[in-house]
Every structure is written in C-alpha cells, then in structure tokens.
C-alpha cells in the first residue's frame, strides 16, 4: 500500500459525459501528479500541482483539468469525453525524497462508451 | 520519438534463468526509478538511482546507473514466477521539473 488512495477504482460512461476523479496523496507530501496509461501511449504525465498550485504541465487536452484543494486532495476533471479517453487514470504523490520519488495509487479504469 | 527506450519490450524466461532490461536515453537524468507494475494495479517503485555509476541491490535485483547518467539496467538473478510483471523505467529529466518520463515498459513473464 503506496499511502495514495484515488476514487472511484472504475468508471463507466458515455461519450460526451464529464467525471471527476479523486485523489488523496501520502500523509505529508505536497506534490500530485496524474498521469494517462493506455495500451498505446504507456504511462503520460498529464499534469502536476504543489501545495495547491500547477506546477508543471504535460500533454494535458484542454477537455481535462485539474485542480489542489487546500486539504491537499486532488480532482481530476474529464469532459466531453471521447471513446479515445478510455484509459487508466493514476495519481501520484511525493515529498522531499532522494530524486523526487513518486508513490502512485491503484489508479481509475476509465471506460468510455 | 520515445525519449526513454526501453528493451526487450517482451522477455519470456523459466524459472532459475538471468534476465537483463536496459533503458535508455540520449538525455541526461538527474534521478531514475524502476517501477514494477501487475494488470489493472499502480506502479510500485523498487529502487531510485541518482548517482553516475551507482549500483544498488534489492534482493535478487541488482540496479545499475550509467556513469554518463544516460541509462540504466535492471539484472535479475534466478527469476523465480513470482517476478512476473511489467517493470518500468521512469526518469527525471534536467530542467523538466518534477515529471517523470516513462519506457514502454517491459513485459516480463517467468514460467515455473
């Protein structure tokens, strides 16, 4: 158990439709990242944030985005969801580690219909 | 362009075998983690390299940091079935923040 917990574990919805996906990192770290994993691309950053502000950005469509609360939980918002968005959704969390190590959670199987 | 190349993609071994994953760049890393990853789970880090030429050893696992910090290996010394999975090479690349670049992965399975 990474200490990275991420609801719902699987979603099932419709073109067109939005969701959110949640995120609670490890006690402590301030970092969130997302990250995109499909079968073709393997594991993409989507999109950093830092004690509540973006902090780096990947390759993030404009449909989707993300934001810190102050508890320092994530969300992250997909919509206008295409069939192309079908993928598993991770969230990671780190601290002040050796090379900025990374804890994922078990991720959201997103499956769009 | 993949900026982290990752070989074999596919690597089917039996029990007892050694196995070696490379990963690459023409980038300079100024940290590397290996992941290993099961179907429908999140990756579970296993060793972080920031050192040129740094070795580190997890059990049967031995990871290796190039000298030029370019790339790196992952040995596994008498693979046992209970090894299989997908392990993942990840890099922090200079002047890139904290994102991290992922290989392709390498599907690894070990047949009893």
């Known amino acids: 158990d990474s200490g990275v917990t991420q609801t719902p574990k699987h979603l099932i919805t419709a073109t067109g439709q939005r969701v959110t996906l949640r995120c609670s990192p490890r006690s402590g770290d301030l970092s969130v990242y997302w990250y995109q994993q499909s079968l073709d691309q393997g594991l993409q950053f989507l999109i950093q944030?830092?004690?509540?502000?973006?902090?780096a950005k990947g390759n993030i469509l404009e449909r989707f985005s993300a934001q810190q609360f102050p508890d320092l939980h994530s969300e992250l918002n997909l919509s206008s969801l295409e069939l192309g968005d079908s993928a598993l959704y991770f969230c990671?969390?780190?601290?002040?580690?050796?090379?900025?190590?990374?804890?994922f959670g078990p991720g959201t199987r997103l499956t769009v219909l | 362009t993949q900026l982290l190349e990752q070989s074999p993609q596919f690597l089917s071994i039996q029990e007892g075998e050694n196995l070696t994953v490379y990963c690459n760049s023409s980038?300079?890393?100024?940290?590397l983690q290996w992941y290993r990853q099961e179907p429908g789970e999140g990756p579970v880090l296993l060793v972080t390299v920031v050192t040129g030429g740094e070795v580190k050893k997890l059990k049967r696992l031995t990871f290796q940091f190039g000298d030029a910090r370019k790339d790196s290996s992952l040995h596994i010394t008498a693979a046992q079935p209970g090894d299989t999975g997908l392990y993942l090479c990840?890099?922090?690349?200079?002047?890139?923040?904290?994102?991290?670049?992922f290989g392709q992965g390498t599907e690894l399975s070990v047949k009893p």
């Open positions: 990840a890099a922090h690349i200079y002047n890139q923040g904290g994102k991290l670049i």
């Open positions: 990671a969390s780190s601290g002040a580690g050796e090379g900025n190590e990374q804890f």
């Open positions: 944030y830092y004690n509540g502000e973006e902090r």
């Open positions: 980038s300079v890393f100024s940290s």
